[in-house]
């Protein structure tokens, strides 16, 4: 067992405790699966991340580090939140990238760049796949969150990494106010997402979206703060026209968070999700 310069961030937000977590372990080498599945279910968040340095062909590809992202339950290709957490975590300690404003991780899913400026990471991306849920499932999973059929606007099955049956509703007050059955949720296996998109969404001096993320499958009934999740519903409803190409999420209000996810549509058609980080903890972990 080692000493290892560890941090943990609070992410999309820059008030400490308003976010969410991430663990971070910076220098990882040594460890084997068993080691970090032990970590993650020991840190008990959501997320926990060991960086590395990258395999010959993602340094070759230009990747500035390797990237093995755990929950407490086993291994993700990707996640929004631990992406932004970790890139803060490694710029913070004087790291820099080999393109100036870009860091490219290598993690499971592949590379993914992280545009950084003025304070704000911002990951690109990943390619969405989605399709229209089951019949039969969209009235099992509107029970189970208390909702009526003419709540929900669309649904859409979204998979850009983890699956997500997203739901757009018919207002900001609908989404706060549910009081999903998460016994039910997990039941029925499939994570929720939910969003309001406002009418003033393109001003993004203020939110003007909420968003939930009901994840009792993974183990986690509500996130706090989802990045994947504002992605694959961000690619959904711009290239539907039910959002515009720049809007900014609040999510986490009913768990005591304030999470702000900024979201935007390039020229070049890529969706980028963002926000700002904090470090809460620095020091060692023995591991």
């Given at each position: ?18 976010g ?7 220098d ?10 032990r ?31 755990f ?35 290598e ?5 993914v ?48 990494g ?23 949720l ?50 959904w ?28 549509q ?22």
């Amino acid at each position: 067992m080692h000493q290892r310069p560890f941090k943990q961030i609070d992410v999309f937000s820059h008030r400490p405790g308003y976010g969410n977590p991430v663990a971070v372990v910076l220098d990882a080498e040594g460890l084997d699966d068993a080691d970090m599945r032990r970590f993650a279910a020991w840190t008990n968040l959501s997320e926990t991340t060991f960086l590395l340095p990258p395999t010959e062909a993602g340094r070759a590809a230009g990747a500035d580090y390797r990237l093995r992202i755990f929950s407490p339950n086993g291994e993700l290709p990707f996640a929004g939140h631990p992406t932004l957490g970790t890139c803060h975590a490694w710029l913070q300690a004087s790291n820099a990238p080999s393109q100036n404003g870009m860091v490219i991780q290598e993690c499971a899913l592949g590379l993914v760049r992280i545009a950084h400026a003025d304070g704000t990471l911002a990951f690109a991306a990943p390619p969405l796949k989605r399709s229209a849920p089951s019949p039969a499932l969209v009235p099992l999973i509107a029970s189970a969150l208390g909702l009526r059929p003419h709540q929900i606007l669309g649904a859409q099955l979204l998979d850009n990494g983890p699956v997500w049956l997203g739901l757009l509703l018919d207002s900001a007050e609908t989404v706060l106010g549910l009081r999903p059955d998460h016994a039910r949720l997990k039941d029925l296996g499939q994570d929720v997402g939910v969003i309001h998109v406002g009418p003033t969404a393109a001003d993004t001096r203020q939110p003007g979206a909420v968003v939930r993320a009901f994840a009792a499958p993974m183990g986690n009934p509500e996130d706090p703060v989802t990045g994947t999740l504002n992605a694959s519903l961000a690619e959904w409803l711009i290239a539907d026209g039910l959002a515009p190409k720049r809007y900014l999420v609040a999510q986490g209000e009913c768990l005591g968070r304030a999470g702000r996810v900024h979201v935007r549509q390039d020229e070049h058609h890529q969706i980028w999700v963002g926000g700002q980080a904090v470090t809460c903890i620095e020091g060692k972990v023995l591991l």
